[in-house]
């Protein structure tokens, strides 16, 4: 391989691939997090109802505040249910890790046939129509999770 080649190949690499490659593993991990801390939340919101529709039912101490928490408490876990969804937490992870396992796989080289002379600016110029393919892959991602968000009419009275 020339030297140009295999220096564009490493800046390549290093400054296109190696980094967006991180930056979708960050948000991968930020996403999956967030989908834990909410199902976290959740259940622990349930346990306390449960906990508290027992102390209403066995009427220990003051009755109503009980009953009152057994009602509040699920209604707040089913709006952080609702937060996540909004997000679309599931989804956006999924987006993140697809193209960060889509970017390793296009950056491997290509097996080429052995008979067939290798020009190293062709290769070079290969795995970079991959790479970029992937990147626009994962931004058309983007326009169809966006596409599926209902944005309510302001129009309509």
């Known amino acids: 391989m020339s030297q140009r080649a295999s220096q564009f190949l490493g800046f390549y690499q290093e400054c296109r691939i190696d980094d967006q490659a991180g930056f979708y593993n960050s948000r991968r991990t930020l996403f999956d997090r967030a989908i834990d801390q909410a199902l976290s939340l959740s259940a622990f919101l349930l346990g306390l109802t449960a906990a508290a529709a027992v102390l209403a039912g066995v009427k220990v101490g003051p009755t109503w505040v009980w009953a009152v928490l057994a009602t509040v408490l699920p209604a707040a876990s089913a709006a952080l249910t609702s937060y996540g969804s909004l997000y679309a937490f599931e ?8 193209a960060a396992r889509a970017v390793h796989a296009a950056a491997r080289p290509t097996e080429a046939d052995p008979s067939v002379p290798r020009v190293p ?34 129009t309509r009275a």
């Open 91 to 98: 989804q956006q992870a999924k987006i993140y890790g697809d």
């Open 121 to 154: 600016e062709k290769d070079a110029a290969e795995l970079v129509r991959r790479v970029e393919a992937v990147f626009r892959q994962e931004q058309a991602q983007w326009g169809q999770l966006t596409s599926q968000i209902e944005i309510p009419d302001s």
